[in-house]
């Protein structure tokens, strides 16, 4: 017989030193960053990726509204059997024209965008070898995986690594370059320019993960690779309706022939349940909205810039200086959860510690998200909370790390 409890105890104890305590919170309408908790009352959150506050934004509100009003609740079925609507091909469209590509496809989350489109990009094209950084989001790892391709992990921002593996490979293989424009847990940017340079030199196809960066950077917030003129050199751009554009949902963009593969093997793409036509309309309104207003993107630039500026100010070490990603430097996951409860109990103010696996081990931090939504007091009062933790607890003050 097989002995399920010894299988059950040891499953138990690994999951035990995971343990997750979700903190439940009610983002108050209109007035997020506030948001009730049960347990602390009434909170501002300083880690959300709704970094422009669309997700409550009444132009989006109303568009989900009307589209619930106009088609009701869900969408029916898959894509391909009955659950295409007509706001699924508008907001298609819609990126397609932002990125400046000829088609869009939009799936049910930014991971299933990038397992489903990698799988088959990488999985199609016989004897593909993938270029993946070291950084790269975990499904991005996961669609490379499924594709069966080869792959080699570059060093974290390093072109000359990149450059140095590419090199090694028969010139005759299909190459697939995947990176991150603003990376999700450092918030620094990929050196955009060189890696594409790499890649025009080698004969690369290149695929940009863009979704902490869509709706935020860029002409019309089409991104990083737009911003430095370099939206033509990435084939393939991806990104979410999850994080600026308030909603869910994600997406890649690229040439008609690409996009017209992954339509058709895309396994996670395929086989589930399109967004409801509700969600689909709220995206569609975000994105639109965000093309003709820098108001919102201004507000997260000087937020970001302020906490940049008073963190240095105090030496409390943080990663990156790139980005609206600010992520406050702890380096021990029980020192981390001790700052963050801190936050919380004496000021109201909601981090989330970040640990392993979304970070390596003895690498934790505190991922503060400046958004939008927050105002320059806000800020300072933030900065100004934390500072005073620090020094209670006599944690090490020190540089800004990595640039
Ligand atoms: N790519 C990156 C770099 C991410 O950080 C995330 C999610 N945090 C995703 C993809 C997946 O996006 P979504 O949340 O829309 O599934």
Redesign the pocket.
Known sequence: MIQYMDFFSRLAEESASRKREFLEIGRIAGRFPAATTRQDGEIAVWCS?DYLGMGQHPLVVRAMKTAIDEYGAGSGGSRNIGGTNHYHVLLERELADLHGKEDALVFT??????EGALSVLAGRMDGCVAFSDEL?????IDGLRHSRAEKRIFRHNDPAHLEELVAAVDPRRPKLLVT?S????GGDMAPLAELADIAKRYGMLTFL?E??AVGMYGPQGAGIAAERGLAGEFDLV?G????AFGT???YVAGPSLLIDAVRAFSRSFIFTTALPPSVAAGGLAAVRHLRGSDVERERLRTNARTMHRMLAERRIPFLSDHSHIVSVRVGEDALCKRISALLLERHGMYVQAINAPSVRAGEEILRVAPGAVHSPADVRDFVTALDGIWTELGVPRGRTGRG
């Open positions: 990726n989350s930014g991971y299933s965008a990038n790269n989001h975990a499904s991005i991150e603003v990376h999700s847990m993960d979704v902490h991806m979410t309706l999850a994080k869910t949902g994600g």
